[in-house]
């Protein structure tokens, strides 16, 4: 398994303003990935990321908005940048490890 | 279609009984499967993975794969008011490089 730390657990920010969520595992791991789960629904993958690379964001999801970074085997964040409402959710990293996908504990971001 | 699919529930059973939960997917070439549980406010954690036709346990948690009809199955015996959550299916495709969420079943378990 992994240990994987992210924070912030949980904010609330302003309208138009960006906010930065990092993630830490507690091993080297190849792939780092980021969901979005919005209320009441189910995993969406926003983007994979690998070290020494750009992210490769899924259909739906631009850098622009959601840039990543990458700078070692252990650590990602996440930028969620020009905050509007509708980008209230819970964001997720996740890593895998033998085939099996472990999730942080999640941010939970609202956004007035 | 959705490629992973559940039934959104919620699905009600008393304390004690078995909880069936069901997942279908439409790659048929999907070769690894996962049963995750998610408690409110919180993020999911692994219960099962199965990757062979038949069913594997792990204490009161049964998963059942059928590849042939695409369809895999998480059984709780003795479920416990604790076992409420929403529970993901999760399938890996063929390839290996996508790993797609259904929409989850929440389950309640009633004392």
């Known amino acids: 398994s992994a240990v994987i730390s992210q924070k912030p657990s949980r904010d609330i920010c302003q309208r138009g303003t960006s906010l930065t969520i990092q993630c830490q595992v507690d091993?080297?791991?190849?792939?780092m990935f980021w969901y979005r789960q919005q209320p009441g629904q189910s995993l969406t993958l926003i983007a994979t990321?690998?070290?020494?690379?750009?992210?490769?964001?899924e259909s739906g999801f631009v850098i622009d908005k959601f840039p990543i970074s990458r700078p070692n085997l252990t650590f990602s964040t996440l930028t969620v940048s020009n905050m509007s409402p509708e980008d209230s959710s819970i964001y997720l990293c996740?890593?895998?490890?033998?085939?099996?996908?472990?999730f942080g504990s999640g941010t939970q971001l609202s956004v007035l | 279609q959705k490629e992973v699919e559940q039934n959104s529930g919620p699905l009600s059973v008393p304390e004690g009984a078995i909880a069936s939960l069901n997942c279908t997917y439409s790659?048929?070439?999907?070769?690894?499967f996962f049963w995750y549980r998610q408690y409110s406010g919180k993020s999911p954690e692994l219960i099962m993975f199965?990757?062979?036709?038949g069913d594997k346990e792990d204490g009161r948690f049964t998963a059942q794969l059928n590849k042939a009809s695409q369809y895999v199955s998480l059984l709780i015996r003795d479920s416990q008011p604790s076992d409420s959550a929403t529970y993901l299916c999760?399938?890996?495709?063929?390839?290996?490089?996508?790993?797609?969420f259904g929409g989850g079943t929440r389950l309640m378990v009633k004392p």
């Open positions: 996740s890593v895998e490890v033998t085939g099996i996908r472990f």
């Open positions: 990321a690998n070290q020494g690379s750009e992210a490769t964001y």
């Open positions: 091993s080297q791991v190849t792939m």
């Open positions: 999760a399938v890996r495709n063929n390839a290996g490089n996508m790993l797609t």
């Open positions: 199965i990757y062979s036709n």
């Open positions: 790659d048929r070439g999907s070769q690894s």
